[in-house]
């Protein structure tokens, strides 16, 4: 699928129309047939609709978009770091929260407003990264 169909997509869908969706998505991210940028705005599109879903995505996919997360990530776009950091803490992408982490204090120098974002949304998660619906279990 690409951007404009995903966004022309219904709000809610059904966690395995979504699941089918994110897998497709990321095989065709892998066989080149989408760029790095169209790729994130799909995801994007997708973890929202997953978020409303109120259950985590399955397992497999999320660790095989956790894996492709870690080897996109950068820290020179803001656009990109915005949109990974929502993808990453929304659907509890533990591995690439960790890199994330870990760029803080890497000696490479990244725009101050870049590093900003990446702090202040480390420092909101905490250690609740693996359960993004964390905050909502007090209202059980």
Known sequence: ???KEVENLP???ATETIALIFQ?????????????GEFLL???QLTDRQVMTYELLENSIRNKLDLTILKIWNTDSYE???IILSIVVNLGLVKSFQKIRD?????????????????ETVEEVGD???NPYYSLE???
């Open 1 to 3: 699928m690409n951007l």
């Open 11 to 13: 709000d809610r869908l």
């Open 24 to 36: 497709k998505t990321l095989i065709e991210f892998g066989e080149g047939k989408i760029v790095k």
């Open 42 to 44: 799909i995801i994007s």
């Open 80 to 82: 990109e770091v915005d």
């Open 103 to 119: 760029s803080i204090n890497m000696n490479k120098r990244i725009n101050e407003i870049i590093l900003a974002e990446i702090i």
């Open 128 to 130: 609740t990264i693996s």
């Open 138 to 140: 007090k209202f059980k």
